[in-house]
């Protein structure tokens, strides 16, 4: 097998690869969004509990002030009744004080009463709207509960179908070895992980590679990976890379005989 069939293939396994960490990213947020309802309805939930018990204080106070109210009214009227039996102007006077005094505490515990009616009343409606909301709620995480579910179901399955298609590539050209290095690169590359060299640059970091490792990988013996960024390199020649690696190479050549570093010393100048 040619390696430039196995870059092919690396190309091919590298789209499979994208479409599953999609995939796989897709699965774990899909929940996110039923979390977030189910919180929401778990809030309302909880203001209902207490605004319920609130209302059931409530309610207990508004009994309490009627059973005192109706005593009221009873104490007034045996004071009124006993008017009829009375016979001195003391006495007279002394019951006309018990029964404005009553009349006035009576009066005090009808005013409590509706105030607090009023408070109960409240709650009722306060209670009303929440368990309308908690129905919609409900509904709504239900809803969104068995669409997820579905969804869910469907990702999964697919994303099954595309492991078996990328361990499918596993074989005598792409070794497991590398099949799991290569996994990694692409994942931590974000779906880059074979990038080709123009010239003496890798197309994935855009650092300049070294001549003798770039004629290495043009002479496709095996596989290279980018000194810089892991990713797997192919040469591909592109318009001007050419002419750009034959320059790197001349320039090389004048640095390793020593002339580059004449032209560039300052004696040089001197010498002008
Ligand atoms: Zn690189």
Known sequence: MEEAEVFAKLNQLQEKLTERFSLEEEIVKLPRDLRVKQELLDKINKEYIEENDKSEVAKDELKSLRIQ????VHA?????????????????EALEKEIKDAASKEQSLLKQVHAKEKQVNEFSEH??????LMLLQ???????SSKIGNLLTTKKALLNKVIAACEGYIGNDISEELF????????????KGIVPIHGLICQGCHIVLPIQFVNDV????????????SRILYYEDVEGAEEQFKKHVE????????????VDSSEFDDLL
Request: glycine share 2%; hydrophobic share 25%.
């Open 69 to 72: 109210y109706d005593d009221a």
């Open 251 to 262: 320039d090389a050549d004048i640095e390793d005989s020593g002339l580059a570093n004449f």
């Open 138 to 144: 409900t509904n709504e995480v239900n809803a969104e």
């Open 76 to 92: 007034r009227e045996n004071s009124e009744k006993q008017m009829e039996l009375i016979n001195t102007q003391r006495e007279f």
């Open 127 to 132: 209670l009303t709207e929440k368990e309308q």
């Open 180 to 191: 799991i290095k290569f996994c990694n690169i692409v994942k931590n590359k974000k779906g």
């Open 218 to 229: 043009r002479s496709q013996t095996q596989i290279d990976f980018c000194p810089y960024c």
